[in-house]
């Protein structure tokens, strides 16, 4: 029995029970899919724009945060600079997804700045884990290779280190690090990445895990996990993307940890 | 023939007939299931966030309005407060939903003074209606259960005869109160709680109804039996929330009041 | 062969090879719909809200942009009014959806404003392109009939003049101009003005069919007919708006050249 598949499991199985409360501070795209996605997984979603409301929510029911910067603003950064030291007081992780870093010199900034304040875990593509490590990247593009995702698994492992973070490093293979240990995950389909929000979606199931996970890695293991198996198992039945987006939030409804014991392909390397 | 079920079946047709155009300032994740489901069942919905904009619409083609505080802003709290008194002279019915009022200071302040003007109607779960009736709720989860929604009912009575709205308490059964009558509707499925924005389109569903009903209980009721049937038809069908939602929307398109007359289980209590 | 069909195809398989990547500065309900319509046709799409991401998109790897005024603040009109000079001065052709202009005086003044720097196409039902060519419109329904659309021919003839834009005037004929020729398309279905955003979408896949086609009317008539043959072809299989939602992506995603080749109904007038 692989003991990564059992973890994955036992996340599933406490996101069911526990329901975590995770407050998403996201982007204008993706707030329909990432609230359906955490619905469907078992956890309760919460978007907030006020930074008073914001203090009270994480000091009361809040079990986790995302904080994703892919349509920021200067209004928004300042919420979002705020809002992670309101959950570091509170004890909360939270999850960064630096969306086009490297790319974007105001979002790359605000985002140096919120790693001041350390988060549980990092997701990014590999052009984004890149620059988030102090390289610039090329990222015109959403779609990252298995080969580019490989390539930053270096950038990663120091990111983790230099932050304490795990980082998740998604593509056509996913690599999940805390800087000693490395983990792949093979799940997933390239339908994923032609749905919008999937991806962002994904740290907000981040959240949900890091609320029922031992740690960081297990939780970033965990996610890939169940998020790829639902992937592969929608796409193998619906192969075009409209039809494709109702089915993932219908397979992760269904998927059970026994799934993901049988089913997730997830390696130590 | 149950006349409950004659009056929701009128207020039905009347919208197909009618196509009230609703204004709606909602919240950042329910904007595109809000649009939708007002277009299933046969209204205009209208979007807008510039306060002249506002004025405009009311004192042109508006015929309802809703304001939900979901993720309420200290601008959008402005813009909220100065369109209740814009549809208050335009002659134009609103309704509140206090999303998590009772949980959160800032909304729960913002919600006491939107109703310095008289809204026409109040949807809300249990918790929320006793909150704004005063009492302190404890909402860390949108899911009510019937027991809860029953409790909510004298809050629901008081807040109906203070304000003179009508009242909508959601929940596995749902309450409905003008403060002297009281209704209940059983029609509804538990997945209607797990895709995000159903009820907060409720919201916008109950300001299509006032349009076109002869008072705001009736109203209520519609509203009531409208989601609720539709819900259980497409979960009869669909039992994963991602298949569920657009089900939810076919259903709701396919409606006859028929259809009303039949299967909508309304009863005074 | 028709030869307006074997543009349109040539525009598709460019479309599919080159995956333009288009900038939507647009409205607070459709966001979604318009990344998921553009990612079905094989465009990249990118949301942002900042001025100066948006300058650095528009300089670095953006191909088009939109700008769609539906849920217009007078914050958002500064921005829009800032980044169609950004586009201007980096040579990005960009759409412009002059959504309810004619109906509410704001946007209207906010749309003369922007047409100062020439757009390369224009998109929007009758009453839009009537308001704006100068006349008032009378927009309270979304749903513009075949006879409205030919009713602002003059208009939209009129309009390209002035500003040197290609015109698209949606309705269940749809009429394209660039003030010399004229051409309709007859593909499409009533069930694409039952979804929230199909519409305001169609400007994004205006703003892709700019960044591949040889010229404007040209793009034009691609757009009309990709999404009019998707909608007819989703409104087939699925008469209801849910189910249809998702089945327009499907058949964006399905549609080939040879699709448009055979089944595109385009006509010179």
Redo the contacts between chains.
């Keep these: 029995m692989n003991t990564l598949n059992t973890t994955a499991a036992a996340v599933l199985q406490r996101i069911r029970d526990q329901?975590p409360?995770i407050l998403n501070l996201t982007?204008?795209?993706?707030?329909?899919?990432t609230?359906?996605m955490l619905?469907?997984v078992g956890g309760?979603?919460?978007?907030?724009?006020?930074t008073?409301?914001i203090r009270?929510?994480l000091h009361?029911?809040a079990n986790g945060m995302l904080v994703n910067v892919?349509?920021?603003?200067?209004e928004q950064a300042e919420t979002m600079l705020t809002a992670v030291t309101d959950a570091a007081e509170a004890g909360i992780p939270w999850v960064l997804d630096p969306v086009?870093v490297g790319?974007?010199?105001?979002?790359t900034q605000v985002c140096k700045q919120l790693l001041q304040t350390p988060p549980a875990m990092i997701r990014g593509n590999a052009s984004e884990i890149i620059a988030l490590a102090g390289a610039q990247g090329a990222l015109?593009?959403?779609v990252e290779s298995a080969a580019e995702s490989s390539a930053a698994l270096p950038a990663a492992k120091a990111l983790a280190s230099h932050t304490g973070a795990a980082v998740l490093v998604t593509g056509e293979t996913d690599y999940m690090t805390d800087g000693q240990r490395t983990i792949t995950c093979t799940n997933g389909h390239e339908l994923m990445t032609?749905?919008?929000?999937v991806g962002c979606a994904m740290g907000a199931l981040c959240a949900a895990c890091l609320a029922c996970a031992d740690n960081a890695l297990e939780a970033a293991v965990a996610t890939a996990a169940i998020l790829g198996l639902a992937g592969e198992r929608a796409a193998a039945q619906y192969p075009?993307?409209?039809?494709f987006?109702?089915?993932?939030?219908?397979e992760l409804?269904?998927m059970t940890p026994q799934d993901l014991e049988f089913s997730a392909r997830l390696t130590e390397i």
Aim: hydrophobic letters at 45%; a positive charge; one cysteine or more.
């Design positions: 329901k409360l982007n204008n795209v993706v707030q329909s899919i609230a359906n619905l469907a309760v979603p919460v978007m907030l724009t006020h008073q409301e009270d929510l009361s029911c892919g349509t920021l603003s200067a086009a790319l974007l010199t105001f979002r015109c593009r959403g032609r749905v919008t929000g075009h993307p409209g039809s987006a109702a089915a993932l939030l219908d409804d269904r």
